[in-house]
């Protein structure tokens, strides 16, 4: 691959970064960026291997995760009390309780959904619907109290329910951070608990779509050839430290502003997306 595909690779894992967990839709941001910017190599960038890449590139974003959050994930650390271990074990058993409808709905109708949703016109109007969604649920929560404002406080039940609204984020366009961050606060959560736990729930979720891709991609009689993990080892590495950044500022963000202007965002790129597809692409 020559220098300008090269660039292309890192400019994907910066956007892998940024868009996993805002929640804008990477999905949609990615479609977006291969229609804009096509590739030089296809011999490198197969439709197998390009089904593959954008959903393992993800595993750098999750990585930036457990870095970040690591202290709170281990329920080992000689730093917590027997309490706070305790506490930690419980978190993970709900993160785990939280996975199990995404997981089997994933690994049913995976097939399925490839063939039928991974469209550009599904991801325009994913984008606009919950960009509509976050706008709504914002302003009828600008007086609301939220009653979890701790993880003591996610019961097992309301941690399921918020892994069957994380089937939606199956769909593309529609953000896995986006709408579970919906659903877990219209089940009460306060933004920040709605937004750290969205990104536990990505942990297990993220690895298993990704063990699955791959072995599909080799199901399919694919292997990777040495340019192909490069490109994959590349594109990971700058997903995982762009990401680190990006948990840092909207951990920090979400405890002085709530998510209007992510919802105005995402209806502008669906619209966006709209326009490129019918009259510039098409």
């Known amino acids: 691959m020559n220098f300008i595909e090269w660039l292309r690779v890192i400019f994907l894992g910066i956007v ?9 839709s990477s999905t949609g941001h ?4 291969d229609e804009i910017w096509k590739t030089s ?9 390009t089904n593959m890449f954008e959903v393992v590139i993800q595993l750098g974003a999750i990585l930036a995760v457990v870095t970040v959050f690591f202290h709170k994930l281990n329920p080992f650390s000689d730093r917590k009390t027997s309490e706070q271990k305790k506490n930690t074990i419980n978190l993970w058993k709900k993160v785990i309780i939280g996975c199990i409808p995404a997981g089997v709905v994933g ?21 606009i619907l919950y960009g509509v969604l976050f706008i709504g ?9 939220f009653r979890i404002t701790r993880f003591s406080e996610l019961s097992y039940r309301t941690a399921f329910l918020i892994g069957v609204i994380q089937i939606l984020s ?4 529609t953000s896995r951070s986006g709408v579970t961050i919906l659903g877990a ?3 009460g959560c306060s933004r920040y608990i709605a937004a750290e736990y969205t990104f536990y729930l990505a942990i297990p979720v993220m690895f298993g779509a990704s063990g699955l891709k791959v072995i599909n991609f080799f199901r399919e009689g694919g292997g990777f050839s040495g340019e ?6 590349v594109s990971m590495a700058v997903a995982y430290l762009v990401s680190i950044y990006v948990i840092q500022f909207l951990m920090g963000y979400i405890k002085r502003h709530d998510f209007r202007v992510f919802g105005v965002y995402r209806i502008v790129l669906g619209i966006l997306v709209i326009v490129c597809f019918t009259w510039i692409f098409g």
């Open 170 to 173: 199956l769909v593309p366009g």
């Open 228 to 233: 192909q993990f490069a490109v994959v080892l």
């Open 41 to 49: 190599a296809p011999q490198v960038f197969t439709e197998s291997f």
């Open 137 to 145: 649920i914002e302003w009828l929560s600008r007086r609301r109290d």
């Open 107 to 127: 690994v049913l109708f995976n097939d399925w959904m490839e063939e039928h949703l991974m469209s550009w016109q599904v991801v325009a109007a994913m984008l």
């Open 185 to 187: 606060m219209l089940l």
């Open 16 to 24: 892998e970064g940024i868009t996993e967990w805002l929640p804008i």
């Open 30 to 33: 990615l479609i977006l960026v």
